[in-house]
């Protein structure tokens, strides 16, 4: 039996077929399907249709959810730069965020106590670190929303209790890293093996050895540097009772790769509370470009102060700052 269906139907059908999104897919065939005369020269057809909708709309589905976890672990970057705080449940991540930062971290003492990100910004020197409280780690859960807050961190804490087996919590890190195809760097300048490059996404990382204050550590902390501390800085601590907080803080700037200078006209004194944030590794010409890029070109030379020996000394555009350095430009 022919299926008779009107012009309507094709153009319904038209619009199916040139539809991109999911959404406008899902309208298309829900027109047809209206328009469609009921009878049995159409049930194939409508069968058909049918299952594909409803295809569609699980599809759509299982996208929403996605997107809406998504946002609810998307932490908007705030301050100089972004720190994730990662580990197992219970080794006390809240614990340091609450110890270093304005936020109100939640701590208990049973395990997936911290069920979405928490930020906070935590002040060194000068300048605003965001530090990131996330959920644990569960080796037996696949997580989603993990890799994208690994990406969007500028560098990650991995921490381990001391009071556990940070060996094997450092393992388990390290292999969800690599799930991810992330490969976490300790140190400046480190090289991938293997072939691995642009497979891999690097991303400087530390490991913080929580809970030393501990009775029943015994060198927990030592066996924990003599096997990752080739290949990360290691910073044994206690969140709780503020030992080695001033050490981890440093070694999150030294992680971030950056560099504060300070520039100023000829005749003026610099603002030391507005650091200019770089790359370290930049050179005036760098910094010449936060001015204006034009001015950056026009530069003749600066004056540098700063730095060991430098007291006002002319350099060339070329020359490589230092964290503090106070630089005046000449054009
Ligand atoms: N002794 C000692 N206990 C700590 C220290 N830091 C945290 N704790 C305790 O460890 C437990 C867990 O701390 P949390 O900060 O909630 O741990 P978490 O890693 O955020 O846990 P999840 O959110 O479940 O992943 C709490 O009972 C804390 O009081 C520390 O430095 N020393
Ligand atoms: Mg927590």
Do not use: C
Request: charged share 30%; aromatic share 8%.
């Amino acid at each position: 039996m022919p299926a008779n269906l009107p012009p309507q139907y094709f153009e319904a059908e038209k619009g199916y077929r040139e539809a991109k999104a999911i959404p406008e897919k899902i309208k298309a065939l829900e027109s047809m399907l209206a328009i469609m005369p009921k009878h049995k020269g159409t049930d194939k057809l409508r069968g058909q249709l049918r299952s594909k909708l409803s295809k569609l709309k699980s599809e759509s589905e299982k996208k929403g959810g996605a997107e809406r976890r998504g946002s609810l672990f998307y932490v908007k970057p705030e301050g100089t730069a972004q720190v994730l705080l990662l580990g197992f449940p219970n080794v006390g991540k809240s614990q340091l965020v609450l110890a270093l930062t304005n936020a109100n971290a939640e701590v208990a003492d049973y395990p997936f106590t911290t069920r979405k990100p928490i930020p906070g910004m935590m002040p060194f020197e000068n300048i605003q670190i965001q530090l990131v409280d996330a959920p644990p780690i569960d080796l037996e859960i696949g997580e989603a929303w993990l890799s994208p807050m690994v990406r969007n961190a500028d560098a990650l804490i991995i921490m381990v209790g001391l009071d556990g087996d940070p060996l094997a919590q450092m393992e388990g890190v390290l292999s969800k890293l690599e799930e991810m195809r992330i490969k976490p760097m300790g140190f400046e300048g480190e090289t991938i093996h293997g072939g691995e490059e642009g497979v891999f996404e690097r991303k400087r990382a530390l490991i913080a050895a929580n809970k030393l204050d501990r009775e029943g550590i015994k060198d927990k902390d030592e066996m924990l540097k003599e096997r990752y501390g080739r290949s990360f800085p290691v910073f044994p601590l206690s969140a709780q009772k503020g030992i080695g907080l001033e050490e981890l803080k440093r070694g999150i700037f030294g992680a971030l790769d950056i560099m504060r200078v300070y520039t100023k006209p000829p005749g003026k004194k610099p603002d030391f509370t507005e650091p200019v944030i770089l790359k370290k590794g930049s050179t005036v010409e760098d910094a010449g470009y936060t001015v204006h890029k034009d001015f950056a070109k026009k530069m003749k030379f600066a004056r540098i102060w700063g730095s060991e020996k430098y007291q006002g000394q002319m350099v060339k555009k070329d020359y490589v700052l230092h964290d503090g350095d106070v630089i005046e430009f000449h054009t």
